[in-house]
C-alpha cells in the first residue's frame, strides 16, 4: 500500500521503527526503579507505538489510555486541548510514562504533563515516537525519543491525515498532490 500510493515517501521503514522502539525498551529497563512502569498511551495515534515498545519492555507494565483533542481534521492545530477520555485509575505514586506518537508545537504534552502531574505519580516522563524541534511553541521534556524529523507531515504507524493511512507499517511523508488534498 505504502509505495503504490505517489503521495506518500517512505520516511522511516518498518524496520527502523522496530530496530529502535527494542533500543528504547531496553532503555527503559535499565533506567526504571523495580516495580511497574504505568504506560498511559494517548488516543488514537500512539496505540501501534504503545503495543511495541510495551512488548519491549521486560519490567512488569500497567496499561492505560488517555484521550486529548487539539487537531482538528487537517494538519493545524486550533491551539485549544481538552480532555475527551480520561484515566481509568489513579496514577498516584505509580512511575508514569506517557506515550506519544509525535511530539509537534507541544501543546498536547505541555498541557497533559500539567494536568498528570497534579494526580502526584512517584515519576512522569513522557516517550515518544517522533519529535518535531523546530515546530515547538510550549517547553516539553522528552525523557525518550525515537527519531528527531523535520518539519513535514508525516503519517503511517499509528499516525493520521483526516483518519487515513494510521495502519502503515512505515511512517511516511504525505507530499501535496491531487491524491492528497486539503480537506
Ligand atoms: P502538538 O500538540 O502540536 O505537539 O501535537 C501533537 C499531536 O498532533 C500528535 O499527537 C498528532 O496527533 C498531531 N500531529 C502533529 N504532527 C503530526 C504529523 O506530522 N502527522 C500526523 N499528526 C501530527
Known amino acids: 500500500m505504502t509505495h503504490s500510493n505517489p503521495s506518500l515517501r517512505v520516511l522511516l ?9 527494542r533500543e528504547l525498551g531496553a532503555q527503559i529497563d535499565r533506567d526504571y526503579p523495580d516495580g511497574q512502569v504505568y504506560l498511559v498511551a494517548i488516543l488514537k495515534g500512539a496505540c501501534f507505538f504503545l503495543a511495541d515498545l510495551a512488548r519491549a519492555i521486560q519490567r512488569q507494565t500497567r496499561i492505560d489510555f488517555i484521550g486529548i483533542s487539539s487537531y482538528g481534521k487537517g494538519k493545524t492545530t486550533s491551539g485549544e486541548v481538552k ?8 496514577i498516584e505514586g505509580a512511575d508514569v510514562l506517557v506515550v506519544e506518537d509525535i511530539v509537534d508545537t507541544g501543546i498536547t504534552l505541555n498541557y497533559l504533563m500539567h494536568v498528570l502531574r497534579q494526580r502526584r ?23 525518550y525519543v525515537g527519531f528527531q524529523i ?8 499509528g499516525l493520521d491525515y483526516a483518519e487515513n493511512y494510521r495502519n502503515l507499517s512505515d511512517v511516511c511523508v504525505l507530499e501535496e498532490t491531487a491524491a492528497a488534498p486539503k480537506p
Open 13 to 21: 521503514s518498518a524496520e527502523q521503527i522496530q530496530a529502535r522502539i
Open 83 to 90: 480532555l475527551t477520555k480520561d484515566l481509568d485509575s489513579s
Open 121 to 143: 505519580p512517584r515519576s512522569l516522563r513522557i516517550a515518544a515516537l517522533l519529535d518535531k524541534p523546530s515546530r515547538r511553541v510550549r517547553p516539553v521534556d522528552v525523557a
Open 150 to 157: 523535520p518539519d513535514q507531515f508525516v503519517v503511517g504507524f
